[in-house]
């Protein structure tokens, strides 16, 4: 009889088969499980089930595993640039090994255990990818054992192994490429000698698995009799929307330029991919209008997607307005300690004037242009005025799109509620972001020194006084929501049919409506996109990537987006630009009303530029991984 202690043989990566490999040791140490017989364990739909709740806790965690937590390696934020620790500095200094090696930030990590509560072990992305490749492995080898079960309970077992089999797969591809697809268990005493795959024969394999898994789960546990144990807190019950959702992610990756080329040799997006995830999208779009499983939250409530603060640790993505439940969140990091994020990364959000603690990180000025204005044009040029759009370099806080004021703090905002508390200096209460102004110089390498700050997964009175830096913070970053389904089917129906009108056969909406829609969030009053950006499809290109850029900013995909795209070596993806200007408005009248503060010589300065090569397009994998066998290659450059 085969026997349950397989779950323990396979360390968290193909590399360390090897028994004498430290982080296996560590799956060897499980000595208990080994007296478990299979038939015990998958007798039953209540074993089962408890076999397969395993594969959420190797779910990882991308914002609190460390301390500085990175998960914005694109042009979109700044680490202070003295600490070679943070994995963002090691990543803009072109250092992709400090995926692996950084000590402060990686949630990318080999190693980790998914039976430990410790968060350190649940961030690593690598570790227990593979580890959850090979459990769903195991789960799906036993099913034969499961006998005590209805037909519904045992599409449920299978439905989730199937998904979480294809979205670890895909979660390594993402940052790795192409893969050996693990769909066998392994012989633990063997070393592996599956072939490396290229990114689109790996998708294709993702794809049927993620396309049994939508087919056997449901819309919502809640609704069926399996759920009903736990009704009321199964919104992370791997679902239908959730396979979909990913199954048409993948698909749109597998077709975008960097895929196709590396797969095909054609530097540009694959038309028949991107039709494919178009469908998908389509597909689960229908359903979630139809049914509202999931609706886009009202923008009073915006910041309740990303966080909640004084709410008996109440998770985001799910806040109730006026009675109603709006669910956004589809898939969620790990949801371990989430208020271990108010030590791992809100310290990092304010400068030392203000906030004693934390390794500090900031806005680039350069990504801040991506928010335009509220009439929905963008900002051309940011030195010159506009009169299309309205935008003024004299006052560039006016009449910007909502989401700048929700997600980013400016000069004049006030940053601490009691001047007391800042021995009364103006400078420290309210937001000092002019050049040379207190918070840009005061605090040194820490200041703040690219002239804006991060208030989308906090409130603007984080400092050391006002109580939003306490434990009532509760942060979880979203892998998969909402909006993102809809923009990425606008890129998918656009790029498929090459038009700001393509759209799904059997979908309603066309590319252009999707990003309208977005746009058009309950309470949010930005205009649709302008009528010029629907002339070609290279217009809307710029329009549809822009809106990604504003609505999913600092949410971790624009690291994924710039390189699929074939940008991140590309200026002026690789500059990091500061802000400066000068004050013309009197203090008083700033603080009063900063929206409205005239500024002169507004203008922007290089902080950093990044030297990337086409080597960057991927992380490389463990040298200890590739010299297993000679079909697991290691990334070109590396």
């Known amino acids: 009889m085969k026997k349950y202690n397989r779950l323990i043989l396979l360390s968290l990566t193909i590399a360390v088969i090897s028994m004498g490999m430290s982080s ?49 390696f ?24 400090g995926w692996n090696n950084s000590i402060f930030g990686s949630w990318f990590n080999t190693g980790g255990n998914a039976n430990n509560t410790n968060r350190g072990d649940k961030g690593r992305l690598y570790g227990l990818a593979w580890y959850g490749i090979r459990k769903a492995n195991i789960g799906l080898d036993n099913l034969e054992l499961l006998v005590d079960a209805t037909a519904e309970e045992k599409q449920l077992i299978e439905g989730q192994l199937y998904f979480f089999r294809g979205w670890f797969h895909f979660m ?28 689109q024969q790996t998708a294709d394999k993702v794809s049927a698995d993620l396309r049994k898994a939508a087919d056997l789960l449901p819309l919502d546990w809640d609704q069926i009799p399996a759920g009903r144990a736990t009704q009321g807190n199964n919104d992370r019950r791997i679902n239908k929307i959730m396979a979909l959702g990913f199954l048409g992610k993948n698909l749109l990756l597998a077709g975008s330029p960097l895929m196709n080329e590396e797969s095909t040799g054609v530097n540009g997006y694959n038309a028949e991919y991107c039709k494919q995830a178009a469908d998908v999208f389509g597909e689960a779009l229908t359903i979630i209008e139809a049914t509202k499983r999931y609706e886009l939250v009202p923008f009073s409530n915006y910041s309740e997607i990303f966080y909640t603060y004084a709410k008996s640790n109440l998770s985001p993505g799910a806040p109730v307005v006026n009675g109603h439940r709006y669910v956004e969140a589809i898939f969620q990091e790990n949801p371990l300690e989430p208020t271990r994020f108010r030590w791992n990364q809100i310290n990092d959000y304010r400068p030392q004037t203000i906030k004693s603690t934390g390794l500090k990180v900031y806005p680039t000025a350069n990504y801040i242009n991506y928010y335009g204005m509220k009439n929905g044009l963008p900002i051309p040029v940011p030195t010159q005025a506009d009169a299309e759009s309205g935008w003024d370099p004299q006052y560039p806080w006016r009449n910007r799109d909502p989401r700048f004021y929700h997600d980013i703090m400016f000069d004049g905002e006030k940053a601490v509620t009691n001047a007391g508390n800042v021995g009364n200096n103006e400078f420290r209460q309210y937001a000092s972001l002019f050049t040379n102004g207190h918070m840009r110089v005061a605090d040194g390498p820490s200041a703040a020194f690219t002239g804006y700050m991060l208030s989308k997964f906090t409130n603007k009175l984080l400092n050391d006084w006002d109580p ?17 389904m809809y923009l990425m089917y606008a890129e998918a129906a656009s790029e498929g049919y090459n038009s700001p009108q393509g759209k799904a056969p ?13 746009r058009d969030r309950p309470g949010l009053e930005v205009g649709h996109v302008a009528e010029k950006f629907t002339a070609s499809q290279d217009m809307f290109r710029e329009e549809y990537r822009r809106e990604r850029a504003v609505e999913l900013a600092y949410e971790g995909h624009r690291f994924v987006d710039l390189r699929r795209w074939k940008l991140i070596d590309k ?4 500059l990091k630009t500061a802000v400066q200007f000068d004050r013309v ?23 950093l530029q990044r030297n990337f090569t086409s080597r960057h397009y991927w992380f490389p994998f463990p040298v200890a991984d590739v010299n297993i066998y000679e079909g697991f290659k290691q990334n070109p450059g590396w």
Not at 506 to 513: L, P, Q, R
Not at 571 to 574: I, Q, V
Request: hydrophobic content about 35%; some cysteine.
């Open 24 to 72: 296996c040791r560590k799956y060897l140490d499980a000595a208990p499980a080994t007296s478990i017989d299979d038939a015990e364990a998958f007798k039953n739909y209540r074993n089962f089930q408890g076999f397969t709740e395993e594969l959420y806790n190797a779910v990882p965690i991308a914002t609190g595993s460390t301390s500085h937590n990175s998960w914005n």
């Open 74 to 97: 694109g042009e979109d934020e700044l680490w202070q640039t003295n600490d070679d620790r943070l994995l963002g500095y090691r990543i803009d200094r072109g250092d992709f090994w």
């Open 172 to 199: 390594l591809m993402q940052y790795w490429g192409g893969l050996p697809y693990v769909d066998v268990v392994l012989p633990a005493d063997q070393a592996p000698r599956i072939q490396r795959l290229n990114y």
């Open 468 to 484: 939003y830096n306490g434990d009532n913070n509760v942060f979880l970053l979203s892998f998969l929501r909402l909006s993102d």
């Open 506 to 518: 059997g979908y309603s909406k066309t590319a252009v409506d999707a990003v309208n829609f977005v």
């Open 571 to 574: 200026l002026p993806y690789t």
């Open 585 to 607: 408005t009197a203090n008083a009248q700033v603080y009063a009303d900063p929206k409205n503060a005239r500024v002169q010589n507004f203008r922007e300065t290089v902080l």
